[in-house]
């Protein structure tokens, strides 16, 4: 049997730390110990402090060297930042997706839509996350920049802690709509139309009120 690569472990580590901290199983201002961690994931040591230091570079863990690693609270400053630059990577990479949508990824779009709409309505928050990255990752796809996805990827986790606590509270649902004009725009070829309603909606997660949720530290 061929030994697990450890890139594969550290990546492992990380993607679950990140999951528990973002799902709030982890909440903000939680001490976590890479002993503990690594007990509970069947790993070693050392993959879970790489995958904390990943994850403080990200902005979800903060550590004092010689004293602790623990969750950050949710900052509205954070969040708005996030949710800023995520936007403007969502609205490049609609713009340059668009005119080279094929049939198939607006039925796709369709479809995550569908799924987003359901999982809101039945309460389902895990499914509808999933089903709205769907949805907007094959813009992201077929805009082919790297670039661009990594900055998705590395701060939507941000944002996505407090859009768990927001869900049911109206926001989900505005979306599914603007989810809608958005397949319309990009099913007719309207590049412009597109990237005003990826807008909005990175404008909406922006203007996100945190007041009374930012966890002290």
Same mark, same amino acid.
């Not at 402090?49 to 903060?62: I, K, Y």
């Not at 319309?184 to 139309?193: I, L, Q, R």
């Given at each position: ?18 999951? *528990? ?127 661009? *996805? ?21 926001? *989900? ?45």
């Amino acid at each position: 049997m061929e030994a697990v690569p450890r890139t594969l472990l550290r990546d492992r580590a990380y993607a679950a730390i990140r999951d *528990a901290i973002v799902s709030g199983e982890i909440a903000p201002g939680a001490v976590v110990r890479d002993a503990e961690l690594a007990a509970r994931l069947g790993l070693s040591r050392a993959p879970v402090r790489e995958a904390f230091s990943r994850l403080v570079d990200e902005g979800l863990l903060e550590s004092k060297p010689q004293s602790y690693t623990r969750v950050t609270p949710v900052v509205a400053a954070d969040v708005r930042d996030a949710a800023a630059v995520v936007g403007a990577m969502h609205e490049l990479a609609t713009r340059v997706a668009v005119p080279r949508l094929l049939p198939a990824d607006v039925e796709a779009m369709r479809a995550a839509n569908e799924r987003f709409a359901t999982a809101v309505r039945t309460g389902d928050i895990d499914a509808a996350l999933v089903a709205d990255d769907e949805l907007h990752d094959i813009l992201v796809r077929a805009a082919g920049n790297r670039a661009a *996805a990594a900055t998705i990827t590395r701060y939507t986790p941000l944002i996505r802690r407090l859009e768990r606590r927001r869900f049911g509270e109206g926001s *989900a649902c505005r979306s599914a709509g603007l989810h809608e004009r958005l397949i319309e725009a990009c099913a007719g070829g309207d590049t412009d139309g597109a990237v005003r309603v990826t807008a909005k909606i990175w404008r909406g997660l922006a203007a996100m009120d945190v007041a009374g949720q930012e966890a002290a530290h």
